[in-house]
């Protein structure tokens, strides 16, 4: 199993560009989640899918968008990009109710100028 | 607005002895607690998780919960150099979707 996948890796905007960051999980979880990680700070919770079809925002959604077509997949869109959003991006899937670990991919460095 | 407040640090303990993190809490509905560590670059991965009051060990990690004080550490006993990293505490504070509340983070820094 690769787990979770992230990509890109790295990548720099210029200003009112847009983007997808992609999230893949190959373990079957229904809950998966996006999470941003600002320099020496912990993670916030963009959105969160509990399932296929099934989004919801957390504390921090302004400026993203995701959708969940799939249960394997998790796309990420950041519409007209601020310098704000200039951070790292995590993905993280969950199996269900009971289990308890959140499994992380390894993340997507953004930088908008 | 619910928090979780931990200090920043940096900790720094010598190799072979006792680290000691420690984490507080806003929302007493609060039901799990996660201890994460995150190496520099890297993505956060689970050590430990506690829902009960007490203690609960795992090897050379004991996570402690005192849910009155609102209070959740974690201790590494005979800390190695390997264990210098970032301690991320994190309370769920949604039953169903497991949306967790992070803290800012601890870092730990282990002396030879």
């Known amino acids: 199993n690769a787990g979770v996948t992230q990509t890109p890796k790295f990548r720099i905007l210029k200003i009112g560009q847009s983007m997808t960051l992609q999230c893949a999980q190959d373990m079957n979880h229904n809950y998966m989640y996006w999470y941003r990680q600002d320099p020496g700070m912990g993670l916030k919770l963009i959105y969160y899918s509990v399932g296929a079809g099934i989004t919801d925002k957390g504390e921090v959604p302004n400026g993203y968008n995701v959708s969940r077509s799939t249960t394997e997949d998790f796309p990420l869109r950041l519409e007209l990009a601020a310098p704000s959003q200039t951070s790292v991006y995590f993905c993280?899937?969950?199996?269900?109710?009971?289990?308890?670990?959140?499994?992380f991919g390894p993340g997507t460095r953004l930088t908008v100028t | 607005q619910k928090e979780v407040e931990q200090n920043s640090g940096p900790l720094s303990v010598p190799e072979g002895a006792i680290a000691s993190l420690n984490c507080t809490y806003s929302d007493r509905g609060s039901q799990s607690f996660f201890w994460y560590r995150q190496y520099s670059g890297k993505s956060p991965e689970l050590i430990m998780f506690?829902?009960?009051?007490g203690d609960k060990e795992d090897g050379r990690f004991t996570a402690q919960l005192n849910k009155a004080s609102q209070y959740v550490s974690l201790l590494i006993r005979d800390s190695q150099p390997s264990d210098s990293a970032t301690y991320l505490c994190?309370?769920?504070?949604?039953?169903?979707?497991?949306?967790?509340?992070f803290g800012t983070g601890t870092l730990l820094a282990v002396q030879p």
């Open positions: 506690i829902y009960s009051n």
């Open positions: 993280a899937s969950r199996a269900g109710q009971g289990d308890y670990e959140q499994y």
């Open positions: 994190a309370v769920k504070t949604d039953g169903a979707t497991n949306k967790l509340i």
